[in-house]
C-alpha cells in the first residue's frame, strides 16, 4: 500500500518520547498529534509495550493508556499481520539483529494502513517508510 502524506503510524517509541515530555516528544506532539490534518495510528502492540514500560501498580499508565487511545486509530494485529510480521521480521534482522517480532508487526500494520512509520527504534534502520522526526 502506498503511504498517504497525511497518515502516521506511531510505534512505542514514538509515543514513549511525547508521554516522556522529551524534546523529541514535543515535536512530534505539535508535527503530528496536534494537528487536524494528520491521522495518527498505532497498534495494540503498543498498547501492550506501554503498559508493560509502567506496570501495573503505577498510576500514569493508564493516562498515557488513555492518551493515545484519544490521539490514534488502534490497529488490532490479526492473522495476516501476524504471518507478514513474521517474514517481515527476517528482512529487518538484515540490519539489526535485534530487531523483534513486534517491531516486525508493528511495521506490518504501519505498511497495510498507508501510512509513514515514526520511530527512532534502530530496529527499522534502513527501511524507506521509516522516519524519526
Known amino acids: 500500500m502506498t503511504a498517504n502524506p497525511g497518515d ?7 509515543w514513549w518520547e511525547i ?9 512530534l506532539q505539535a508535527r503530528y498529534v ?14 501492550a509495550e506501554i ?5 501495573e501498580a503505577d498510576v500514569r499508565g ?3 493508556l488513555a492518551l493515545i487511545e484519544a ?13 507478514a510480521g513474521g517474514f517481515l521480521r527476517s528482512q529487518l534482522r538484515v540490519g539489526n539483529q535485534h530487531a523483534g517480532i513486534v517491531d516486525a508487526m508493528i ?19 534502513r527501511q524507506a517508510d521509516v522516519r524519526d522526526h
Open 8 to 14: 502516521v503510524f506511531f510505534d512505542t517509541w514514538a
Open 19 to 27: 508521554i516522556a515530555n522529551t524534546a523529541r516528544g514535543r515535536r
Open 34 to 47: 496536534a494537528r487536524g490534518d494528520v491521522r495518527v495510528h498505532t497498534s495494540v502492540l503498543t498498547l
Open 51 to 55: 503498559a508493560a514500560k509502567f506496570g
Open 62 to 64: 493508564p493516562k498515557a
Open 71 to 83: 490521539r490514534a486509530r488502534v490497529h488490532p494485529v490479526g492473522r495476516d499481520l501476524a504471518i
Open 107 to 125: 511495521l506490518a500494520s504501519a505498511r497495510h494502513a498507508g501510512a509513514v512509520l515514526i520511530s527512532g527504534d534502530p530496529a527499522f534502520d
